[in-house]
């Protein structure tokens, strides 16, 4: 989950004579001030921020805030002001160059580093994500058109899919990213079907069979790419960003090879607004390696051919109130977790959380609800949600 950043040509703030001014006149096209009175307004701890941001960019922004270089009341507001105004778009160093050679040359998740995402974010602790995500350990935007909190939300979201999937007493579903077990529970519990899940997160898998021991409930800790079988329904909850467009095909064929013919495939996953741009740096190297959002030309294109489009529903905004939710929950348990994490990681993961609150805000990026199927559903799907 992140913003994604478009490279243009270097901005000629090099040859500014004051590079505070340089900076402040920017900001101030999206309403920002430096060192203002308003809660969005960026204040500035240490001379070196702005040559940091300058120079790195989005990373650098990133990492001076976990430095504790600068602050912003709101921190969501902050970069929602940021992103309506489409200033991350004016600041791009030269160092942002690498990344984009590496993300057009590399497959950054091929088979062997798919599972680095699992090590380093997903296996940071069970215990610490159950006190963020509450007891649905529920890692994905929640559905909160007639929800008041955040349960409610996520036990709406995953009723929205059981419906959308058609999921009937005996049917088998294969969930793709099944985190720590919370939608196949849901679907065995209410809908009385058998489930598989993968993850490549070891913390996940042991959470998983050790929370949820129904013997319809099989969880497997296994790249996409070994799935064999064949499924009545299949789903995808928030596991697409970790895919890789150069993997996208790939992964479309492992679903239509693994779906029953009358079946339905739910794909949801973060989408950002346009084909071009890079996975944002600091996301990248600090919160989920080796993540990569896809625009709907890179998800019509993997499908090509492969499945058809039953539905698409877009519920962007409801992803502001659920990374609200968590960083409201993440601050109210940090007490519990600072002595072994420490201040730096309390920064980084707020930046991450708030952020990110703020890119769904400023509509930078959209949540998506893919139906699927493999060669039309006779009559067609009925519109949910």
Same mark, same amino acid.
């Given at each position: 989950?992140?913003?994604?950043?478009?490279?243009?040509?270097?901005?000629?703030?090099?040859?500014?004579?004051? #590079? /505070?001014? +340089?900076? &402040?006149?920017? %900001?101030?096209?999206?309403?920002?001030?430096?060192? $203002?009175?308003?809660?969005?307004?960026?204040?500035?701890?240490?001379?070196?921020?702005?040559?940091?941001?300058?120079?790195?960019?989005?990373?650098?922004?990133?990492?001076?805030?976990?430095?504790?270089?600068?602050?912003?009341?709101?921190?969501?507001?902050?970069?929602?002001?940021?992103?309506?105004?489409?200033?991350?778009?004016?600041?791009?160093?030269?160092?942002?160059?690498?990344?984009?050679?590496?993300?057009?040359?590399?497959?950054?998740?091929?088979?062997?580093?798919?599972?680095?995402?699992?090590?380093?974010?997903?296996?940071?602790?069970?215990?610490?994500?159950?006190?963020?995500?509450?007891?649905?350990?529920?890692?994905?935007?929640?559905?909160?058109?007639?929800?008041?909190?955040?349960?409610?939300?996520?036990?709406?979201?995953?009723?929205?899919?059981?419906?959308? #999937? /058609?999921? +009937?007493? &005996?049917?088998? %579903?294969?969930?793709?990213?099944?985190?720590?077990? $919370?939608?196949?529970?849901?679907?065995?519990?209410?809908?009385?079907?058998?489930?598989?899940?993968?993850?490549?997160?070891?913390?996940?898998?042991?959470?998983?069979?050790?929370?949820?021991?129904?013997?319809?409930?099989?969880?497997?800790?296994?790249?996409?790419?070994?799935?064999?079988?064949?499924?009545?329904?299949?789903?995808?909850?928030?596991?697409?960003?970790?895919?890789?467009?150069?993997?996208?095909?790939?992964?479309?064929?492992?679903?239509?090879?693994?779906?029953?013919?009358?079946?339905?495939?739910?794909?949801?996953?973060?989408?950002?607004?346009?084909?071009?741009?890079?996975?944002?740096?600091?996301?990248?190297?600090?919160?989920?390696?080796?993540?990569?959002?896809?625009?709907?030309?890179?998800?019509?294109?993997?499908?090509?051919?492969?499945?058809?489009?039953?539905?698409?529903?877009?519920? &962007?905004?409801?992803?502001?109130?659920?990374?609200?939710?968590?960083?409201?929950?993440?601050?109210?348990?940090?007490?519990?977790?600072?002595?072994?994490?420490?201040?730096?990681?309390?920064?980084?993961?707020?930046?991450?959380?708030?952020?990110?609150?703020?890119?769904?805000?400023?509509?930078?990026?959209?949540?998506?609800?893919?139906?699927?199927?493999?060669?039309?559903?006779?009559?067609?799907?009925?519109?949910?949600?």
């Amino acid at each position: 989950m992140s913003h994604t950043v478009t490279l243009l040509d270097p901005s000629s703030i090099a040859g500014a004579s004051s #590079l /505070r001014g +340089k900076i &402040g006149r920017m %900001l101030a096209k999206a309403n920002i001030r430096l060192d $203002g009175p308003r809660s969005w307004d960026i204040q500035l701890h240490s001379p070196d921020v702005l040559e940091r941001i300058v120079s790195r960019g989005s990373l650098g922004l990133g990492e001076s805030y976990m430095d504790g270089d600068w602050d912003a009341e709101r921190l969501d507001e902050f970069f929602t002001y940021l992103l309506r105004a489409r200033l991350d778009r004016e600041v791009k160093p030269l160092s942002l160059l690498l990344p984009v050679l590496r993300e057009r040359v590399f497959n950054r998740q091929n088979p062997r580093r798919a599972w680095q995402v699992g090590e380093r974010h997903y296996d940071l602790g069970n215990d610490f994500y159950q006190s963020m995500l509450g007891p649905s350990m529920t890692y994905t935007c929640g559905y909160w058109k007639n929800a008041d909190t955040l349960d409610q939300a996520q036990e709406a979201k995953l009723e929205l899919i059981c419906q959308k #999937l /058609r999921l +009937k007493p &005996g049917m088998r %579903l294969l969930d793709i990213g099944c985190g720590w077990g $919370g939608f196949m529970a849901y679907a065995a519990a209410r809908h009385g079907v058998e489930c598989v899940g993968v993850t490549v997160s070891r913390e996940q898998a042991a959470f998983a069979r050790q929370r949820h021991p129904d013997p319809r409930l099989e969880f497997r800790l296994q790249d996409y790419r070994g799935i064999e079988g064949q499924f009545d329904a299949i789903a995808s909850i928030g596991m697409f960003e970790h895919v890789g467009k150069k993997n996208y095909r790939t992964f479309m064929r492992v679903v239509r090879s693994c779906l029953a013919d009358d079946g339905v495939f739910l794909l949801q996953t973060i989408g950002k607004n346009e084909r071009a741009g890079i996975t944002d740096p600091w996301i990248e190297k600090y919160v989920f390696p080796n993540g990569e959002i896809p625009a709907i030309n890179h998800i019509s294109d993997a499908m090509d051919g492969l499945l058809v489009t039953e539905d698409l529903h877009n519920f &962007g905004a409801d992803y502001d109130k659920t990374l609200m939710a968590w960083h409201s929950n993440f601050e109210a348990a940090w007490s519990r977790f600072a002595d072994a994490l420490g201040e730096r990681f309390h920064r980084r993961w707020r930046y991450y959380l708030l952020s990110c609150a703020g890119a769904f805000r400023a509509r930078d990026l959209q949540l998506w609800q893919w139906t699927l199927s493999k060669q039309g559903i006779h009559g067609g799907c009925p519109r949910l949600g």
